[in-house]
């Protein structure tokens, strides 16, 4: 696997970053994960924005414009002859004096790597047993809104539910409100609407999670935001998440006990990869 790092294309076994990079000690980096389809990074833009606007709060310069990021992606993916997979970005401060202080961290490190995906094709609409964890996000927290490298209570509520077999945790917040899978945003209908947590609950402003709310508003399903708590969606007609390795995922199960189906969360499925054609298709842009 080649991997791109600070400006050159390496063998990943030459990709290596100190062990005194801020985002290995501390946390302190972002980072964008992105489906590549047919060669194109979907929505590209719009995970690019969201890097720049973390990088711009946690005061880290991004090393190489918008243009020159889109050249490395794309000879990255040549490179590595996979027009399908997912494309990750990592940003990190790079390295500084002992401490939690920035100062002195003035050289940051950009790496992209590839990583293979398997998909059906068509694309089938996955179902996950679904597991709340016992770890709460903060509301109203402006650090949710970007992919930091600090992701502790994703990780060990992704384990909770790995240990209880199931695909994917739900976490609650503080306010007592499930807001958002480990990997993923929450969605679910009720009586012929599809609502989403809002962001202020604490959540990431997902780009596929965006990407269903336009779908769902062309598809003329009504869709709105509004807090949810454990028991209420357990009782929902439908419960399905979205994240850019999958696209939209039906929840089939939540903490053992059978969630209803609704016909919707299909329609919204064989839309997004609709969309997803469409964007990345021949002739698609960046």
Known sequence: ????????????????????DRSFLYGDGLFETMLVSSGVPFRWS??????????????????FPPVALRGFAERLVSENAMPNGLLRLSL???????????RGANAPVLVMTLHSLTRSDPPALQSWQLK?????????????????CNKLPQVLARAQ???????EALLLNTEGFVVEGATSN????????VYTPP???GILAGVTRLAVLELCRAAGFEAQERNITGSRLAEADGVFLSLSSAGVVEGASLDGHPLRRSPMTARIHRAYFESLERETGPGARW
Do not use: C, D
């Not at 990190?92 to 920035?102: K, M, N, V």
């Not at 709340?132 to 930091?148: G, M, V």
């Open 186 to 193: 929450l969605f679910w209908v009720e009586q012929g609407t």
């Open 132 to 148: 709340t964890a016992s770890f709460r996000l903060p509301a109203n927290e402006p650090l949710a809104q970007f992919k930091t």
């Open 161 to 167: 539910a790995e240990e209880a077999g199931a695909g």
């Open 46 to 63: 719009q995970h690019l924005e969201r890097l720049e606007r973390g990088a711009a709060f946690l005061g880290i310069a991004v090393p």
């Open 1 to 20: 696997m080649i991997v791109f790092l600070n400006g050159k294309f390496v063998p990943e076994e030459q990709a290596v970053v100190s062990i005194f």
């Open 92 to 102: 990190s401060r790079g390295i500084g004096s002992r401490g939690y202080s920035p």
């Open 199 to 201: 962001l202020a609950s």
